[in-house]
């Protein structure tokens, strides 16, 4: 096993071991985080990820981002082009089971979004390091969506506090965040 598959196993077990409980006390202290950050409050468009159970929780994240007016975009991922479209989201209700069994926007062409028309994206990962490098689930949607968003967008990782690792394997196509928040004070 390749060291990513390592710290990914490594990482999913304490991910399945996190109680329900404890997840959602630790989303709502980075969510308070995220909404503090200057480059989500200016943001006019966000694009979000759909959180999967075990993951940092964005769909209270996703509902204030709604109601204070923001234009929120979630992605679609497409196997056959091995990508991520992107689609605004009016409400969560309307999310669909997807790819990889994650809840997805509705592939409406008058809600389609231009990578272009992004201020700020928010970014799941399983691992992230002090430097900003991320590890995902090992299929290259994200490295590959991030690559080709202007760099001046704002990359915000978010991730519980065991998932931010010294450091980790890292390779030329993996694409950085600017910040990761995390449950922790600092």
Known sequence: MNPKEVLRKSIRLKLDSHSAKERRA????????????????????VCFYVSLPEEVDTAFMIDRALRSGKR??????????????????????????????????????????????????????????????????GKGFYDRFLKGLDRRVPRIGLAFSFQVAEKMPVEAHDEKVDVVLTEREG
């Open 26 to 45: 630790k989303s709502l202290a980075i969510g308070k985080k995220l909404f503090r950050l200057s480059a989500f409050q200016t943001a006019k468009t």
């Open 72 to 137: 929120v975009a979630a992605p679609l991922s497409d196997l056959k082009k091995r990508e991520l479209a992107l689609y605004e989201m009016k409400n969560r209700t309307e999310l669909v089971t997807g790819a990889y069994g994650i809840l997805e926007p509705p592939p409406l062409r008058e809600r389609s979004v231009k990578a272009s028309e992004i201020d700020c994206v928010v970014v799941p990962g399983l691992v992230f390091d002090k430097k900003g490098n991320r590890l995902g689930r």
